[in-house]
């Protein structure tokens, strides 16, 4: 794979690449919208994601090239003109995140080529601009030698997604990518950044990731207004609650005061976060306590959650998660990332993971009118250089 992307590099900027750097793609196993809400995720870095090849110029242009969007050809910038275009399209995310480390006063004194390849698949939520992000902040740091950690190149990446490209993500995303290890989760405390590591032992079990194949478009998609919803809600409970944040309270509490939120859609997305919060931190100690069967169903409740109270999913998620339920071998199905399209997360028993990918593919096709695509995800390390 290397030598084919070296080979693509000299095709398209005719010289050698110096560095190949890399950064995954992420799923999350629970806790779907509570990221910007303040509260808990459970998310682990995946084996495919974007590769980045570079070679460091002596002028000040920085050169981008894609080759999954090998129709938009070579984007060409200088460093003293890093305003947004939408003409860019793709490059907006690693522009944004050369910006990000400009306003923080990491001079970047001259340009370079960069050419990326992601076997990540585009808006299938699983986060492939997070992944650029990531890794363009990786190649930032190794290229001028900054001195950063990596949560400093986290924040920094979703910073770019906030203020530079303006889609209001929270931070799992980038920490997923950043931070991931081998064959461990990580549960994230979103407020606090708190984290630690669950090793994932599915005991005769494995991760299918199933894609809708409906692209979603996250910046145009309900995203934004999803989160002003909660912030809304949030208002109404601080009335009478000192919270900061709608996932410091417990389902009791939110039952309690929630006839202080006044629009019952708000309300809705209120306790499909606080919820889901909690279903998360069960969820964990299942897997801490090897009951995977319990972990299954509190995906299951996640799903009907993001369906009924968020109203994230739609029909393409909701037929293969449905369908998913029916099959023998399932622990738990549930839709994960932004939803709207994108992809569903199973746990399916060994034996009948080659049944399940066959099965729920006829039905899905037949059910919607085109294929859906299978993944068995083995869980990977985080952004680096290769």
Same mark, same amino acid.
Not at 2 to 16: A, G, P, Q, S, T
Not at 276 to 303: C, P, W, Y
């Given at each position: 794979?290397?030598?084919?992307?070296?080979?693509?590099?000299?095709?398209?900027?005719?010289?050698?690449?110096?560095?190949?750097?890399?950064?995954?793609?992420?799923?999350?196993?629970?806790?779907?919208?509570?990221?910007?809400?303040?509260?808990?995720?459970?998310?682990? +870095?995946?084996?495919?994601?974007?590769?980045?090849?570079?070679?460091?110029?002596?002028?000040?242009?920085?050169?981008?090239?894609?080759?999954?969007?090998?129709?938009?050809?070579?984007?060409?910038?200088?460093?003293?003109?890093?305003?947004?275009?939408?003409?860019?399209?793709?490059?907006?995310?690693?522009?944004?995140?050369?910006?990000?480390?400009?306003?923080?006063?990491?001079?970047?004194?001259?340009?370079?080529?960069?050419?990326?390849?992601?076997?990540?698949?585009?808006? +299938?939520?699983?986060?492939?601009?997070?992944?650029?992000?990531?890794?363009?902040?990786?190649?930032?740091?190794?290229?001028?030698?900054?001195?950063?950690?990596?949560?400093?190149?986290?924040?920094?990446?979703?910073?770019?997604?906030?203020?530079?490209?303006?889609?209001?993500?929270?931070?799992?995303?980038?920490?997923?990518?950043?931070?991931?290890?081998?064959?461990? +989760?990580?549960?994230?405390?979103?407020?606090?950044?708190?984290?630690?590591?669950?090793?994932?032992?599915?005991?005769?079990?494995?991760?299918?990731?199933?894609?809708?194949?409906?692209?979603?478009?996250?910046?145009?998609?309900?995203?934004?207004?999803?989160?002003?919803?909660?912030?809304?809600?949030?208002?109404?409970?601080?009335?009478?609650?000192?919270?900061?944040?709608?996932?410091?309270?417990?389902?009791?509490?939110?039952?309690?005061?929630?006839?202080?939120?006044?629009?019952?859609?708000?309300?809705?997305?209120?306790?499909?976060?606080?919820?889901?919060?909690?279903?998360?931190?069960?969820?964990?100690?299942?897997?801490?306590?090897?009951?995977?069967?319990?972990?299954?169903?509190?995906?299951?409740?996640?799903?009907?959650?993001?369906?009924?109270?968020?109203?994230?999913?739609?029909?393409?998620?909701?037929?293969?998660?449905?369908?998913?339920?029916?099959?023998?071998?399932?622990?738990?199905?549930?839709?994960?990332?932004?939803?709207?399209?994108?992809?569903?997360?199973?746990?399916?028993?060994?034996?009948?993971?080659?049944?399940?990918?066959?099965?729920?593919?006829?039905?899905?096709?037949?059910?919607?009118?085109?294929?859906?695509?299978?993944?068995? +995800?083995?869980?990977?390390?985080?952004?680096?250089?290769?």
């Amino acid at each position: 794979m290397i030598n084919k992307l070296k080979d693509m590099f000299k095709r398209v900027y005719k010289c050698e690449a110096e560095k190949v750097f890399f950064a995954p793609g992420r799923v999350n196993l629970i806790g779907e919208h509570t990221d910007y809400n303040g509260g808990n995720v459970f998310p682990c +870095a995946i084996t495919f994601g974007t590769y980045a090849l570079i070679k460091k110029r002596t002028d000040k242009k920085i050169r981008f090239y894609s080759e999954n969007f090998e129709e938009l050809g070579i984007m060409e910038i200088n460093i003293d003109d890093m305003k947004y275009n939408k003409e860019h399209d793709w490059a907006n995310y690693p522009k944004g995140v050369i910006w990000v480390f400009e306003n923080n006063g990491m001079k970047i004194d001259s340009g370079f080529d960069i050419l990326f390849y992601g076997n990540i698949p585009n808006g +299938a939520g699983l986060s492939s601009s997070a992944s650029i992000e990531v890794v363009t902040g990786v190649v930032l740091k190794d290229l001028y030698n900054f001195d950063l950690s990596m949560i400093d190149i986290v924040k920094y990446s979703q910073k770019a997604e906030n203020e530079y490209v303006g889609v209001n993500c929270g931070i799992m995303d980038q920490f997923a990518i950043g931070m991931g290890k081998k064959d461990k +989760a990580i549960l994230l405390d979103t407020n606090t950044l708190k984290y630690q590591y669950s090793s994932i032992k599915l005991d005769g079990a494995s991760i299918v990731i199933s894609n809708t194949n409906k692209r979603r478009g996250l910046a145009d998609s309900k995203y934004n207004e999803r989160r002003s919803e909660c912030e809304t809600a949030l208002k109404d409970l601080q009335s009478e609650l000192k919270i900061n944040a709608l996932c410091e309270i417990n389902e009791d509490v939110f039952e309690k005061n929630r006839h202080l939120i006044k629009n019952e859609v708000c309300a809705r997305r209120a306790k499909h976060a606080i919820y889901e919060n909690q279903r998360t931190l069960k969820a964990v100690k299942a897997l801490e306590n090897k009951d995977i069967k319990l972990f299954g169903e509190l995906m299951n409740k996640s799903h009907i959650s993001l369906r009924d109270d968020y109203e994230v999913t739609g029909i393409e998620l909701d037929t293969l998660v449905e369908i998913a339920w029916k099959m023998p071998g399932v622990i738990g199905s549930r839709m994960t990332g932004a939803g709207f399209g994108g992809c569903t997360v199973s746990i399916v028993k060994d034996e009948f993971v080659d049944d399940f990918i066959k099965n729920v593919g006829e039905e899905y096709k037949n059910k919607i009118g085109y294929e859906a695509i299978f993944y068995v +995800a083995q869980i990977g390390d985080g952004a680096r250089k290769l």
